[in-house]
């Protein structure tokens, strides 16, 4: 098949939406498949199967992007139509200006969409100091499908979570597959440890940004009566970075903050004790599966706007949301009895196995073939 991909955030893969796509992409690629990418990427300029769009100019906002390592690309159909024209399918990431004006182009020519969705409101309202605003979240999800998603033949949710929840505020039930984003083999697969302290390692991972509130974990360790034998590892960048080092070195908590290339992440993983996903509003949290594929029993933020604590298996693996009491308590669950880690990771063996990256991608692959299919017997 001919199939554009349309990024309206791509660059460094340090985050969920842009390793998904990056996946994607090479997956469809090595399957034989004509790929065409299309974002604002400059360094993809003059490489083939890329084709680059200006960055859209929004003047002081341009500050707020750059300190959250984003870079939107502008809608621009003179660049988007030629990189779309005669595909099969156009797979649109995000409900931005460039997905907008590509879903646009493709419904007047009759060429089939499918749009994942991999936005929350609140990664919007978090940027506007609006995260916690209903009203506000609300108003993001109606543009979204007003943007975006009403011109879908078919929409990609990773999660049944995020596709109840958006049906629920747009009062419409869309065409849809749920498919996760998945976990690469690296993560499963038996290999090297790097063991990064000896004290007992809790590994946490997500952007440095308000909505995975890190500072709980934080919070939980410095009050835990055992501080001193811990070690916090931060995997990840982000605008909040150097107050949550401060809150770290305020509160005597042993902490790193690092980006792990993906490359280095693995090892990094399986030589941690036990791994803390704290955000508070989340699609799926491929970094948390990344960490259980990898053999670490997770401790999971309950939070009702984060998909997450699905992978939790029972109470002793999801704490309170912003509740760093409890939080400490789960930690110290596992902590005091290390044989109780060993026996969940033995339970979490079977569990794991169904996000292996391969399979999930298979699954992207037929809903592109299938919705390319079923558009155009509706010609």
Known sequence: MKIAIICDVLGKPNNGTTLAAYNLIGFLKERGHDVTVVCADPDKEGKEGYVVVPVKNLGPVNALLKANNVTLAKGDKKIVWPAIEGADVVHILMPFLLGTAAAKLANKAGIPVTASFHAQAENVTAHIACMNNRLANHIVYLCFYRLLYRRADTVHYPTQFIKELFESHIKKTLPSRIISNGVNDAFFLPGQAERLSEKFTIFCMGRFSKEKSQQTLIRAVA?????????????????????????????????????????????????????????????????????????????????????????????????????????????????????????????????????????????????????????????
């Open 223 to 379: 009050k835990s009566g055992f501080k001193d034998k811990i070690k916090l590892c931060f995997a990840g960048c982000g605008p909040r970075e150097k107050k949550l080092r401060r809150l770290a070195k305020r509160m005597g908590v042993d902490a790193d903050f690092k980006f792990y290339s993906r490359g280095e992440l693995p090892a990094a993983l399986r030589g941690a004790d036990l791994y803390v996903h704290t955000a508070v509003v989340e699609i799926e949290a491929i970094s948390c599966l990344e960490a259980i594929a990898s053999g670490l029993v997770p401790i999971i933020c309950d939070s009702p706007r984060s998909a997450t604590k699905i992978f939790a298996l029972d109470g002793h693996c999801l704490f309170k949301a912003g509740d760093w009491r409890d939080l400490a308590d789960k930690i110290a669950y596992f902590y005091r009895e290390p044989a109780r880690i060993q026996e969940y990771r033995e339970k979490y063996s079977t569990f794991k196995q169904q996000f292996r990256q391969e399979d999930c991608m298979l699954q992207m692959e037929k809903m592109l073939e299938e919705t390319a299919v079923l558009a155009k017997k509706h010609e």
